[in-house]
């Protein structure tokens, strides 16, 4: 029986978690990456396959290759670099410290996860990267500046990635999952309430694998996000700026 075998970042809640159900139901071993080990744990109870728990912050460049260092001689199939967080306020206002720790997480850890896998991956010429950006990646977000900016350049780099390998004829896969509001801990950890209805999780993880088992580049869940996307596009962008601020102001949580 041939071992299939996933790595999942932020695998202890949200889209991480879902992302184990739905791949274990698939028959994936699953190697879960989160800071929370009592709810990684507790996820893999109710999971079918073998699972391989690993508690780290990786957020830290250097913990990102000990990860790698630990686990690149088994064979991965399926990276899916899922962690990351938000955080609201005016650019002049908010924290520094957790803008720093939001780049080195949302930023530094897909980079760093990516490059290193992709190598391994290239030399199998077989592989699967999901790269978690957000329909915040095709806009400028005043009040979510630092966030908007980080999965903008998540997404650029995967479409930027995905190009080369597809001139290298390569059969290895990059792509980028752009959801708009999901019924996640985002939320509160970014304190900002969404005024349109949130998609699922487990919505969002299924509709997202069965496109990059696709090889979709551009993975967007949801007609409504759809369509908003591909309206901003005709828009200018100074409009576009005065409707993303009054949209973000309205997720302020009271």
């Not at 390998?165 to 004829?169: E, P, R, V």
């Not at 996640?184 to 699922?200: D, G, R």
């Not at 487990?202 to 088992?213: G, S």
């Given at each position: 029986?041939?071992?299939?075998?996933?790595?999942?970042?932020?695998?202890?809640?949200?889209?991480?978690?879902d992302?184990?159900?739905?791949?274990s139901?698939?028959?994936?071993?699953?190697?879960?990456?989160?800071?929370?080990?009592?709810?990684?744990?507790?996820?893999?109870?109710?999971?079918k396959?073998?699972?391989?728990?690993?508690?780290?912050?990786?957020?830290?460049?250097?913990?990102?290759?000990n990860?790698?260092?630990?686990?690149?001689?088994e064979?991965?199939?399926?990276?899916?670099?899922?962690?990351?967080?938000?955080?609201?306020?005016?650019?002049?206002?908010?924290?520094?410290?957790?803008?720093?720790?939001?780049?080195d997480?949302?930023?530094?850890?897909?980079?760093?996860?990516?490059?290193?896998?992709?190598?391994?991956?290239?030399k199998?010429?077989?592989?699967?990267?999901?790269?978690?950006?957000?329909?915040?990646?095709?806009?400028p977000?005043?009040?979510?500046?630092?966030?908007?900016?980080?999965?903008?350049?998540?997404?650029?780099?995967?479409?930027?990635?995905?190009?080369e390998?597809?001139?290298?004829?390569s059969?290895?896969?990059?792509?980028?999952?752009?959801?708009?509001?999901?019924d996640?801990?985002?939320?509160?950890?970014?304190?900002?309430?969404?005024?349109?209805?949130?998609?699922?999780s487990?919505?969002?993880?299924?509709?997202?694998?069965?496109?990059?088992?696709k090889?979709?580049?551009?993975?967007?869940?949801?007609?409504?996000?759809?369509?908003?996307?591909t309206?901003?596009k005709?828009?200018?962008?100074?409009?576009?700026?005065?409707?993303?601020?009054?949209?973000?102001?309205?997720?302020k949580?009271?």
């Open positions: 029986m041939i071992t299939v075998k996933a790595l999942i970042t932020g695998a202890s809640s949200g889209l991480g978690a992302f184990a159900r739905i791949l139901e698939k028959g994936y071993d699953l190697i879960l990456v989160a800071r929370r080990k009592k709810r990684m744990e507790n996820l893999a109870k109710e999971l396959t073998n699972v391989e728990i690993i508690e780290l912050d990786i957020s830290s460049t250097y913990n990102c290759m990860l790698y260092d630990k686990v690149k001689k064979k991965i199939d399926i990276l899916i670099n899922n962690a990351g967080f938000g955080l609201f306020g005016k650019f002049d206002e908010t924290k520094l410290d957790n803008e720093l720790d939001m780049i997480l949302n930023i530094k850890a897909v980079h760093t996860l990516t490059k290193l896998f992709l190598k391994d991956f290239k199998r010429n077989y592989g699967y990267i999901l790269n978690v950006a957000s329909a915040a990646a095709f806009l977000g005043p009040l979510m500046s630092c966030y908007y900016a980080t999965k903008a350049y998540i997404l650029h780099l995967t479409l930027a990635i995905n190009e390998l597809k001139h290298d004829n059969d290895v896969y990059i792509g980028a999952l752009c959801p708009g509001p999901v996640t801990e985002f939320n509160k950890i970014a304190k900002v309430k969404f005024t349109v209805k949130s998609l699922s487990e919505y969002v993880t299924k509709y997202a694998l069965t496109k990059m088992f090889k979709k580049k551009i993975i967007i869940p949801g007609n409504t996000t759809k369509f908003a996307i309206f901003s005709l828009l200018p962008m100074k409009l576009k700026l005065i409707i993303s601020y009054h949209l973000q102001k309205s997720k949580q009271k």
